[in-house]
């Protein structure tokens, strides 16, 4: 009997902890069917623009630019490298390392869902490009994501219009605080202050509710975050596939053949499978299909090597020191001595020592026309591949700066574009022989400009001599 007693307390204990589990995890549930994206909003509108910027990125005709323009471009044949399946090895690794950063903020928000599958978001994604699994179906159709793509348009549209019109219902509220608050002004005119602004406050409370209404604020998490997933899914299927990463990814992906096959042809050309030739044999490629981490092999890939200015940290210093030296070579004769001692201190010791070593032995004078003209020419050709590499690096890193990270890059440049990846011996050579023709240059209009000053004052004096004698 009295074991039967304790039995029925032991499973009266149980049944109302299980209860009390249910009822929490029904009230959790009910929570999250309640929650919406809210001021998440404005963060999640910057990661839509990033997905919508990364597919435009991957079009057919941004790579045929990139395999034809990008990765042709003279300085970086001259000090990047001029091995085509090396750049863009490197042009595939940037464009995933971007995925990777935009699934990492995904994630964060995913385990705000109520769906488990989209909870667990970061590991399905994180088997999907390891293994080309896409267990969930979350991969689209060229088509659908062009779809998803538009309605993603509307939403970031709408998102940042409600952000502005916030900002101005705030400045509102601060104005109309400050009107009940001041004492300034006569009760009449007070009052009539009071009345517009509260009018205008009523107006803009409505604007502001309308857009949450049509904007991401008023959305469940569920539904963006599935948007989401499936655009980010689609995104690295389509780099895989252009690169020609692993295998079995849906034909449907392909937004043309006769375009993606100028970039990757293929031996069967009745195929949508688009495989690169020179990147197939690389060792990368050779890891991933052994089903290696997809993204540390990226990220091992975009450690520059000893030898370059990014493993130096010198790219972004050099980029300025290049485009400072380019204003100087343009207007030469608007350079002071100011100018060219700020010039010298941006030098590191390595190109200070190159220098001495080039301008031993050259004379004082800077006369000759001819010579200089040649200079001029020399510093043209040399600019002409060198200036684009550092007008991408400041437009790189201006893009990917603190303030501007959530926001969406206007250009496409890549890390193979700029001075990231050049060599530092190549790309110091060239500058120490720039400021070689620059010094040249420079003396050469100081001298013509002294001998027109005396000319010009000879010239005066005989004036004066001949108008004193008359």
Known sequence: MALETWLLKVKTVISHKFEAARSNSVSKRKTLKKSNVGILAFEMAGIM????????????KNIVRLRNESICLEGVRRVVSNDESFLLGLACTEMAENVRLVVKSISRISRRCLDINLQDFDLIFSEFANTGRDTYGWILSCKELEASNKKMDRYVTTTV???????????????????????????????????????????????????????????????????????VFTILARIKLVFGVGHGYPPSL????????????????????FVSGPLKSSKLDEKKEMGSNFFESNSRLLKPPESTLGAAALSLHYANLIIVMEKMIKSPHLVGVDAREDLYAMLPSSIRAALRVRLKGVGFSASDPVLAGEWRAALGRILGWLSPLAHNMIK???????????????????????????????????????????????????????????????????????????
């Not at 623009?49 to 057919?60: A, F, R, T, V």
């Not at 009523?202 to 499936?230: C, H, P």
């Not at 990846?421 to 400021?435: G, P, S, V």
């Open 49 to 60: 623009s990033k997905l919508i910027h990364l597919w435009n990125s991957l079009s057919d």
């Open 161 to 231: 219009t409600l952000h502005k019109e916030m900002e101005e219902l705030s400045a509102i509220e601060n104005s109309f605080r400050k009107a009940v608050q001041c004492k300034e002004f006569e009760s009449a005119t007070k009052e009539q202050k009071v009345i517009d602004l509260r009018q205008k406050l009523f107006w803009q409370r409505q604007e502001v509710k309308y857009l949450k209404e049509r904007s991401l604020w008023n959305r469940g998490f569920d539904t963006i975050v599935s948007m989401l997933a499936r655009s």
């Open 254 to 273: 392909s937004r043309s053949l006769s375009a993606s096959a100028t970039v990757h042809p293929t031996e069967n050309t009745n195929t949508c499978t």
């Open 396 to 470: 790189w890193q201006s893009e990917r700066s603190f303030e501007q990270q959530n926001l969406v890059p206007k250009t496409n440049v890549l890390l193979l574009q700029t001075l990231f990846f050049a060599e530092k011996e190549k790309t110091e050579a060239a500058i120490a022989e720039m400021l070689v023709g620059l010094n040249y240059i420079w003396r050469f209009e100081r001298e013509m400009t002294a001998k027109a000053l005396f000319e010009c004052s000879n010239f005066n004096g005989v004036v004066m001599n001949l108008q004193n004698s008359s």
